[in-house]
């Protein structure tokens, strides 16, 4: 019981780190990033609804859609998939309330930001993913549209659906910055950026932060 709570209290800190990491990117005022940009084009436009809970909201359209692809291969345990959208949201506004003095103007400043907020995500996801518990909605998603996707294209893999997914979200948040705002709005050459950095930003942390290969370790030991 102990070893399977420590599992837990790693995954929901990397979840905590996470938003911290998508507070600093998107106060970076070049663009938030690319899973966050839908949510924050709609904070922006209904500014009656926080960050978080435009955050909250989508990813629990997340949960309903991995739900309906996968049915009855959609595993009880991963409803806490809500309870982690809750923190995870909640922390996002705490972040972003907390940065909220934050407003850099000179180019130097917003980059050296965003890349601080791309390598605390990369931080965030490393922890979160290395005591191998529950999926966050966001992968929770594109591993259900991945999983129904190789019933009929077997050859198509987890990393490409992912990156099509990604790029949809971008598509549909620069549609919608046009639609309510008649220009990019929230979105920019940062989202870009995060998209291409985090991934490596992760590799050097997995590389480096051996206190990772602990937290991995843990799923291995018998309670």
Do not use: W
């Not at 949809?168 to 990019?184: D, K, M, N």
Request: net charge positive.
């Amino acid at each position: 019981m102990k070893v399977i709570s420590l599992r837990y209290f790693y995954f929901f800190l990397g979840i905590i780190i996470n938003s911290f990491g998508i507070a600093f990117i998107t106060k970076s005022n070049l663009g938030t990033s690319q899973i966050s940009s839908i949510p924050y084009i709609f904070s922006l436009e209904y500014t009656d609804f926080s960050f978080g809970l435009t955050t909250f909201i989508f990813n629990i359209i997340f949960i309903l859609i991995e739900i309906a692809l996968l049915r009855r291969d959609f595993e009880p345990i991963q409803f806490l998939q809500i309870v982690a959208n809750i923190i995870f949201s909640f922390f996002i506004d705490v972040s972003m309330n907390l940065l909220s003095a934050f407003e850099p103007e000179i180019v130097i400043v917003k980059l050296i930001s965003l890349f601080i907020g791309c390598f605390i995500l990369a931080i965030g996801i490393s922890i979160e993913v290395a005591p191998n518990v529950i999926v966050v909605p966001g992968e929770g998603v594109v591993r259900a549209l991945a999983l129904v996707i190789a019933l009929k294209k077997p050859q198509i893999k987890f990393g490409t659906v992912k990156i099509y997914f990604d790029i949809t979200l971008i598509v549909i948040a620069c549609i919608l910055s046009f639609i309510f705002f008649g220009e990019l709005n929230g979105i920019g050459i940062g989202t870009i950026i995060s998209a291409l950095f985090v991934g490596k930003c992760i590799n050097i942390v997995n590389k480096y932060f051996k206190f990772l290969t602990h937290i991995r370790n843990l799923q291995y030991i018998k309670s």
